[in-house]
Structure formats: C-alpha cells, structure tokens
C-alpha cells in the first residue's frame, strides 16, 4: 500500500478516557473481493458484527473463498517474483492482505477477530504508525491467542463449526495506530473464510503515562526554549518545491523506485509528488520495456489520460482483476500483445466482456488462461468465439452476467477445448447435464471443476464427470441440490477427488 493512502490518519483529537474499544471504521484496502457488490464483501467489516456468534458463510459478511493449494496447480500461477533469496523467516505463506482504519488513535493493548466461518486464517497483524511505520502485533508462528471466550453456540456443534472470538496476545508498540494490516494463509484451510467484524482495543495513553496534563509542561517548556534560538534562513534562497511542478516530475522521473520509496518518506510534499502515476508509467515503460507480466488488480487507472501502453507489446501475463478498464482501452493492449497466454479482468464492470471475448479470439489464440468472473454482458457470441483458442487450459465464467444463449452453448465450446485443466462456471444458468456429458468425454485433462449453484446439473451426470475424468483432483458441487449421502457414496468410490459439499449440507 503507497503512504500517501494513510496521510491524514493520525489527525485525530485526544480525548480523556483510559481504555478504547472500536470496530472498523473504513477498509483501505482488501486484496480478495468475492465481487463487485456489497454481497460478501470487506466493505461488511465497517461497525459492530452483524452476525456473531451465528455460524455460517453469511451474505452481509466477508468472505475469503480462495483456499487449499489448488491456486499453485493452476495454469494461471506464476510464484511471485523476487522471493527465491528471502530466508523463511521474513516470507511466511502470505495469500491475501486485509487494512481497516479506525476512527481513533491509541496505543494498542489488544484486537478481537470476529470469525463466523472456519475460522485460523490470520497469520500476521500489522499496525501502521503516526511515524509512517509498520510494526508487528502478531505472528502465528512465534506468538500465541488468548484463550476462548465462551460465545452462545448450539453446543450440538462440533467446534470447527462454530463462531469463534479470535484474541491474538499481541506486542506491545510505543508509537499510536488507528490502522491495521492483517494477512492471512489460505492454503492450508478446507474450506471458505468469514470474518464478521475486528475491534481494536487500545490506550489514548502509554500506560506510563498517569497524568496526561504532566507531560504538556515540557512540551511547552522546550516550544519556548527552541523558539528563542536564532533562525539562519536565507529568505532569498530558491528551495526545490519552489521548482516549477513539471520540472520536479521530471527530476524524479530519473530516480529508480528504491529512491522514490526514500523520497516519499522526506517531507509530506514529497510523498504527494512520488504518488503522481506518470512516474510509474515512466519507470516501467522506460526501465521494462520487454515487460511481460503486468499486474494492476485493484487499482483505479486515470481515465483522464489518453494515453496507452503502446509500448507493452510483450505482454504475456496481465492481470486487471476490480479495475476500471474500459472496454476499448483493453481491447488496444490485447491488439498489441499477440503472445498474451493470462488475462483476467475478474469483477470488471465496466467491461462488456462479450467484446472482450471477441477480441481475443481475434489477437490472442495463444491464451492459456482467462478469468471472466462477474463480468457484465458475456454473450453467447463471445463465448463461441474462443473456440478459436484451443490452447485454454483455464477458463473461469462463474457469475457472469449472461445475455440470452442457446442450450447447448458451453457444449460446443469445450468441443474444441481438450487441453482445459480448471473449470469455473458457478452460477451459469446455461450449465445442463448435457455439458456435464461433453466435459466427462472431450476434456480427460480436467483436474479442477467448479459447479457451484449449477441447480439443474443431474446427479447422473455429475458422476458421469468423476468416471470420464481420471485427472480430476477437486469437484465443487455446493448447491447443486446433491445429498449428504450422495456426496459421500462418490468419495468412497473416488478417494483421489476432494469433492466440496454444500455448506448448509455437511457431509453425514
């Protein structure tokens, strides 16, 4: 996260009390949204829990549906670059990043995670400083939680299916913080993660400090020892910020990005200066310019600019995932990248991913990898047109906001498909048993296979699926009207599949 998102966080009156308790005010930023609206999102942590200790994956609270391993098999994944020298240590299994701010400024003495659904996600717990610094609360690996309150569950329940108050034992700091980064490990969970509020605990006041009026007297006292020193100023003297605006984005844009992270930590108008976006664009199109991975997932591109990427023609991997790219600007970049292999442009709404489609089909017969979630108007002419690209072995259309198609339209697409390895069409209304029975005898490759809300699939034809695939490693069949009993019948007779049960359905 860039500094100059927190500026103004630490602006906050000091008000008398001895201890603060507080839910989150606002999200700055979450790295996984399950879409673009309000169902599940972080924007759901703001205020008091709405749901706890009720168990359950609930709509209006936030969910983190990417678990288990299965992203690192993907086609899509490539390990993040520069980590193969970090010692251990200093790079723990880190899948997704979460920072709150709260409305007030405290020395922190505790936190409360309020975990609705499968809880043991969080692995580390951050806190932002007035210094512009980040200090570590909590770790998983070295640090220990407090022990459980007992919360008002159905005692029925076995544990890992209740709320749960998770209270880490965290650090002590001496600067203030009002926002928190927590991150959390996916990879080793089974299921979906929930979380239904953080509150902050904390002290307007370092425990040392008993009085709070004791220390204004030495504060004044060294104002006014300080303002009696002389001041040797040359009020003639040109100094930098003085420059022409353009001119100190020209200068800057000679500085590499280490330079520019220690200038933005100079002065408040140097961090304002170091946001302006032309210097990254500068950065990358001069110092890359064979670039060919690009991520801006979720990130707000300046449509004021007519400016394009004219130079990214090496593209291989882009990632556009909750952007604001417009439909015209993609289709230019994709024109220019004919060795493109990934895109996703997942929770893109302001894309008409039909057009999208098309224009792949046209530029990008090599793609290997595309990710439509929850894009709006994917049409069943779109759809078609990817036959063309052969070489799919990942395609992920789940609750695409579909125009009216034909029976038998993913069909005929994965007709001309046989590589597809990982297949996401959750929600898709046009997904029949018919589909089921041309992926179980044209796609033998097929490792991964999302059916989520698929309601009218037949039982018949999901099995049909576990038998043609001998590949298949993961089957997601929650509502999909499948019993308990059947679920498990099909994990006796497949043990190599994971196969993901309904979550208001667990398996007997």
């Keep these: 996260m860039m500094l100059t998102e927190l500026d103004g966080k630490f602006d906050m009156p000091l008000q008398f009390t001895r201890e603060v308790q507080q839910f989150v005010q606002s999200v700055l930023h979450a790295s996984h949204e399950y879409g673009p609206c309000v169902t599940y999102s972080s924007a759901n942590l703001t205020g008091r829990p709405n749901n706890y200790p009720t168990y359950g994956d609930h709509a209006d609270s936030y969910l983190l549906t990417s678990y288990g391993r299965w ?3 993907a086609p899509s994944y490539t390990p993040e670059f520069g980590l193969a020298n970090i010692p251990a240590i200093d790079n723990p299994p880190v899948d997704e990043l979460l920072v709150v701010s709260f409305e007030r ?4 003495t505790g936190l409360a995670v309020y975990e609705t ?21 909590w770790d998983c690996r070295t640090d220990v939680e407090l022990p459980q309150t007992p919360v008002d569950n159905d005692e029925s329940e076995a544990p890992s299916h209740r709320a749960r108050l998770f209270r880490p034992k965290i650090h002590a700091i001496q600067p203030r913080t009002r926002v928190l980064a927590i991150e959390f490990n996916m990879r080793d969970l089974s299921d979906i993660y929930g979380m239904d509020g953080i509150m902050l605990i904390g002290t307007l006041f370092p425990f040392s400090q008993q009085v709070p009026c004791d220390g204004l007297v030495p504060r004044a006292l060294n104002r006014v020892a300080s303002s009696a020193l002389p001041v040797l100023i040359d009020q003639d003297a040109i100094q930098i910020m003085d420059l022409p605006y353009e001119m100190l984005v020209k200068i800057l844009s000679f500085l590499d990005p280490p330079s520019l992270r220690n200038m ?11 946001a302006d976006n032309r210097l990254c664009r500068e950065n990358l199109l001069v110092r890359c310019p064979s670039l060919i991975e690009l991520s801006m997932r979720n990130t707000t591109i300046d449509t004021r600019t007519n400016e394009r990427p004219r130079d990214f023609t090496h593209l291989q991997k882009l990632d556009l995932a909750r952007t604001n790219v417009s439909t015209e600007a993609l289709i230019e970049v994709l024109s220019l990248s004919p060795a493109l292999q990934h895109l996703s442009i997942a929770s893109c709404t302001e894309v008409n991913s039909g057009q999208i489609a098309e224009a792949v089909a046209m ?15 994917f049409s069943e002419t779109g759809l078609l047109a990817l036959r063309v690209c052969t070489k799919l072995q990942e395609l992920d259309i789940g609750y695409a906001n579909y125009e009216a198609t034909t029976e038998d339209t993913i069909s005929q697409l994965l007709v001309m498909l046989p ?5 996401v069409v959750p929600g898709v209304r046009p997904v029949k048993s018919a589909d089921l029975l041309t992926i179980a005898h044209r796609c033998p490759r097929l490792e991964y296979l999302d059916l989520m809300g698929c309601v009218v699939v037949s039982i018949e034809a999901v099995h049909e699926v576990l038998a043609g695939c001998p590949a298949l490693r993961f089957l997601e069949v929650s509502f999909c009207g499948i019993s308990p009993a059947c679920i498990n019948d099909w994990r006796k ?16």
């Design 71 to 73: 992203h690192s098999s």
């Design 105 to 108: 400024t405290v020395y922190p």
């Design 117 to 137: 659904y499968n809880g043991g996600a969080v692995s580390r717990i951050w806190a932002f400083s007035e210094s512009s610094e980040w200090h570590l609360l």
């Design 264 to 274: 933005e930590q100079v002065s408040y108008a140097f961090r304002q200066l170091v």
């Design 363 to 377: 530029y990008n017969t090599q793609l290997v990898s595309l990710n439509l979630w929850k894009t709006c108007a």
């Design 419 to 423: 590589e597809m390895r990982k297949l």
């Design 493 to 508: 007779e497949f043990p190599l599949v994971v196969i993901h049960p309904s979550v208001d359905a667990p398996p007997e």
